[in-house]
């Protein structure tokens, strides 16, 4: 039986990063499945176009998986500990959010990564000549941007003192 805060929080949060991990899954297996057509969403604006991409964002560092990998293995822990170490109550509940929105993607571009060698990506604005990415680069991507905001406006730097107070090699 799940009793603690600590447990709760790992739950809720293993359910959002699996079922977003899977929407990403799913929605790059249906844009694979294009091949090379390209669909139309919105004509001269929005397309699905399906490329493989070997390196990160904007296709630098292609060919780097191994570095990849153990970037995400660095982040994977770092959220875990964030998310083991945060306070409980409302006030911190959108800093969990975050963390596991942010971690679903980069779980989603791993896997690819992983058992592909690249990650798919599919969704293209052709209006600003925008580079293809996918579902899991939107998850990084939009909660980045909130943690930002929730920092300037929310958040003080009191508000973080749990991180520094918890960390492992400091004598309490």
């Known amino acids: 039986m799940i009793e603690t805060l600590k447990e709760k ?65 660095l982040f994977f822990a770092a959220a875990g500990y964030f998310i083991a170490v945060l306070p ?8 969990e959010a975050v963390a596991a929105v942010m971690t679903a993607g980069a779980c989603g571009n791993l896997l690819d990564r992983v058992f ?28 980045a941007a909130v943690l930002f905001v929730l920092i300037m406006t929310v958040y003080k730097d009191d508000d973080f003192s749990f991180l520094k107070d918890n960390l492992p090699w400091r004598k309490k």
């Open 9 to 73: 929080r790992f739950l809720r949060c293993g359910i959002l990063i699996a079922a977003l991990t899977l929407i990403d899954q799913i929605t790059k297996a249906a844009a694979a499945s294009l091949g090379d057509r390209t669909i139309r969403l919105i004509p001269g604006v929005l397309e699905f176009l399906y490329l493989e991409n070997a390196g990160a964002a904007f296709g630098l560092l292609k060919n780097r998986q191994a570095l990849f990998i153990a970037l995400a293995v």
């Open 88 to 95: 409980g109550g409302r006030h911190y509940a959108a800093l």
């Open 116 to 143: 592909l060698g690249s990650v798919r990506d599919f969704i293209y604005i052709r209006l600003i000549d925008f580079p293809v990415f996918n579902f899991a680069d939107i998850l990084v991507t939009v909660s």
